[in-house]
């Protein structure tokens, strides 16, 4: 097991990670900017290193400080937490070549899955289901055109560097295609140095849903179930729940167990989310996330498994926590990302927390790093915190999360806790009746369309 980890990352994620640390007896390190020296994960920290300026390229994207960092407090592992440099191959093997630890996945195994038509090749050859489309880049418009005649349209023209829905063209009928595939490969070339392009059918209304996976880098791997995470507004996740209300557990067994095979044979080590498309009770491969995600304590709570605690010990050469026969579902759980913005414009709003009051109670969790007299500052994301909700149903789980939401105090900034107070009472999504575009619907004013 590692000594000492150092937590190259802030906020919530800093904290948390800090958590499994103390629990394992490993002593801990944080990193900061200038701008994060009251940050609350300085303050729990055994040690603590500034690393530089605010912006993130010159503190928590600086691989030479973090190097540093390690060498003066004799840290011997890494955790990246997500974002920054969770899912930066270059980095795993910088870490390596230094004889430190890399709390995550292997590099090629990072690299593979960054790359999207390369990782929705490897899916694809390990049995994991994939939208219908082109294999690998399109490289004219006569090839385009057949292809899009092949599976039909609508066909969405996406960047192979792409992510985050940057890059992306629908072309729903056979005249719009040429621009579609001009437009996202203009797009692709300025925003990621790369102009390839691929297509797939587009899909009109689908869910999100994501599967949770974990492997011992030796061919071992286990699934612990789905998170849907269809309610989001620009790329961005808002409320994350698990299980999927539409996904029956014969289901959930089926596509669960094709991820699990699939990590089996790659060998792969450590926390994965394998993202799918879901509509009409088929699933399609989008892309995989090689790091531990914002929501993984929608999976905690339904699973009782610690996933930060088990990417350490697996990280460190263990065992996986776990047989997938012992693996259950308890329950329901749903995440509210509550953000500091403005809940209408989503603007951010940063500045001195007045008053913080957590809620609390049977079933309730909150993940934040922030306190009351607290400075958001302004250059990193606006998460305030997430406010975690357990229920033995959906419907108990509702009833204490709308609960939770009202007892909650964040004065002195605007938040997104306006926003998750009117959701609770919404009749589609108490029914559970979504999709991945119902939330910007609502939010534009108009009554979002039915899920089916
Ligand atoms: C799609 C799609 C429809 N059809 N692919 C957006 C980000 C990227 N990760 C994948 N995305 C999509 N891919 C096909 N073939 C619709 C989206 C999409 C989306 C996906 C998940 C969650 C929210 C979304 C919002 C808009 C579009």
Redesign the pocket.
């Known amino acids: 097991m590692f000594d000492k980890i150092l937590i190259a990352n802030r906020g919530e994620i800093a904290l948390r990670v800090l958590r499994a640390c103390k629990e394992l007896g490993i002593s801990t390190v944080a990193v900061h900017s200038t701008a994060d020296a009251d940050a609350m994960h300085v303050r729990l920290a055994d040690e603590s290193v500034c690393i530089g300026p605010p912006p993130s390229k010159d503190s928590y994207l600086n691989i030479p400080a973090l190097l540093a960092a390690c060498e003066i407090t004799g840290a011997d592992a890494v955790h990246p937490g997500y974002g920054f440099l969770s899912e930066n191959a270059r980095f795993a093997e910088i870490l390596a070549d230094h004889n430190l630890g890399f709390i995550g996945p292997k590099a090629e195994h990072i690299r593979l899955m960054g790359d999207k038509i390369e990782a929705k090749k490897t899916a694809k050859r390990l049995g994991i289901p994939v939208?219908p489309?082109s294999d690998g880049a399109v490289t004219s418009e006569a090839d385009a055109l057949a292809i899009g005649r092949e599976i039909g349209f609508p066909v969405?023209v996406?960047a192979a560097a792409?992510?985050?829905?940057r890059g992306?063209k629908v072309a729903h009928t056979e005249a719009d295609l040429a621009l579609a595939l001009s437009t996202a490969a203009n797009e692709a070339r300025s925003a990621f140095g790369d102009a390839s392009v691929y297509l797939?059918?587009?899909?009109q209304k689908?869910r999100?849903i994501e599967i949770q996976i974990l492997g011992d880098g030796r061919g071992g791997a286990i699934h612990l179930g789905e998170r849907d995470?269809?309610l989001?507004r620009r790329?961005q996740k808002v409320w994350e729940e698990g299980p999927s209300p539409v996904l029956a557990a014969a289901a959930r067994a089926r596509i669960g167990e094709t991820c699990a095979k699939a990590m089996r044979d790659m060998k792969y080590l450590g926390v994965g989310t394998i993202?799918f498309?879901y509509e009409d009770g088929e699933f399609?491969f989008?892309?995989m996330n090689t790091r531990i995600q914002v929501e993984h304590p929608v999976t905690e709570s339904i699973t009782d498994i610690d996933l930060v605690l088990e990417q350490i010990r697996i990280a460190a050469g263990g065992e996986l926590p776990a047989k997938q026969s012992d693996i259950a579902i308890i329950g329901h759980a749903i995440e509210c990302r509550i953000n500091a913005e403005n809940p209408q414009t989503f603007r951010p709003s940063p500045g001195r927390i007045t008053q913080f009051h957590p809620p609390g109670g049977l079933g309730v969790r909150i993940d934040s790093a922030v306190y009351q007299g607290y400075v958001i500052p302004p250059y990193y994301d606006s998460l305030v915190g997430k406010l975690i909700v357990h229920g033995k149903t959906r419907g108990e789980c509702l009833m204490r999360l709308r609960r939770a939401l009202d007892e909650m105090v964040v004065d002195g900034i605007e938040t997104t806790l306006p926003l998750f107070r009117a959701l609770v009472r919404e009749p589609d999504i108490i029914e559970g009746d979504y999709h991945?575009?119902w939330l910007e619907q609502y939010l534009a004013g108009q009554p979002p369309d039915a899920a089916k």
């Open positions: 939208v489309g969405l996406k792409g992510g985050g829905g992306m797939e059918k587009y899909l689908p999100h995470c269809s989001q790329h993202e498309l399609y989008i892309e991945i575009h």
